[in-house]
């Protein structure tokens, strides 16, 4: 099982605040998706990323792919309450049937 | 969003019955997957499908079935209900190189 760091384990702070999550392991994988799970739903897809170094960018959110392809961070800039959620990163496909590897994710309150 | 309805959404039970939880997709995806969610330990796979009849285990599938019979369905049942399999269970199908997750059915083995 190659597995998937997530730091820190949980985080609270204050609206407008900025913040950085990090998703790590010693394997290196072909890509990596970010999830974002609310209370009582499931998980729902933010992003995919596939090539070593590349940043992609959703509002207020910024996702970065390492460059040996081995971790990844999320940053969000002026969080906001609706940010609030478990964040959690998803070692990618690999073609076949067998479903995605969960990181334990990041649980984060954004205070208003 | 896929339509993935996963039933019941709550269930209390005792040790030692059986449970069967339900999912039902309307997006005719071939790839469906049950997962446990569990504090401490995230989210673990617990049998996935590949096509009717077509079923494969995963990391936690100890104490579990599943089966699939339609595209469609895809189920999922402990034959004899423990404490330890008290947990948050969700359905989810493949379809564009991602999961989309059911909103889960919360499970009490008492």
């Known amino acids: 099982t190659q597995l998937l760091e997530q730091s820190p384990q949980f985080l609270s702070i204050q609206e407008g605040e900025n913040l950085t999550v990090y998703c790590n392991s010693s394997?290196?994988?072909?890509?990596l998706q970010w999830y974002r799970q609310e209370p009582g739903e499931g998980p729902v897809l933010l992003v995919t990323v596939v090539t070593g170094g590349e940043v992609k960018k959703l509002k207020r959110l910024t996702f970065q792919f390492g460059d040996a392809r081995k971790d990844s961070s999320l940053h969000i800039t002026a969080a906001q309450p609706g940010d609030t959620g478990l964040y959690l990163c998803a070692r990618g496909m690999r073609g076949g049937a067998d479903g995605l590897t969960f990181g334990k994710g990041t649980h984060l309150i954004i205070q208003p | 969003d896929a339509g993935i309805t996963q039933s019941p959404r709550h269930k209390v039970t005792e040790t030692g019955t059986p449970v069967t939880l339900r999912c039902h997709q309307t997006?005719?995806?071939?790839?469906m997957y049950w997962y446990r969610q569990d504090p401490g330990h995230g989210l673990r796979l617990i049998h996935y499908?590949?096509?009717?009849?077509?079923?494969d285990k995963g990391e936690v599938s100890d104490g579990y079935s599943v089966s699939r019979s339609k595209t469609e369905d895809f189920l999922l049942t402990l034959e004899s209900a423990t404490s330890s399999q008290t947990s948050v269970y969700f359905c989810?199908?493949?379809?564009?190189?991602?999961?989309?997750f059911g909103s889960g059915t919360q499970l009490s083995v008492l």
């Open positions: 394997s290196v994988f072909s890509s």
């Open positions: 499908s590949y096509g009717v009849k077509d079923t």
């Open positions: 997006e005719n995806h071939r790839y």
């Open positions: 989810a199908t493949r379809g564009n190189e991602k999961l989309f």
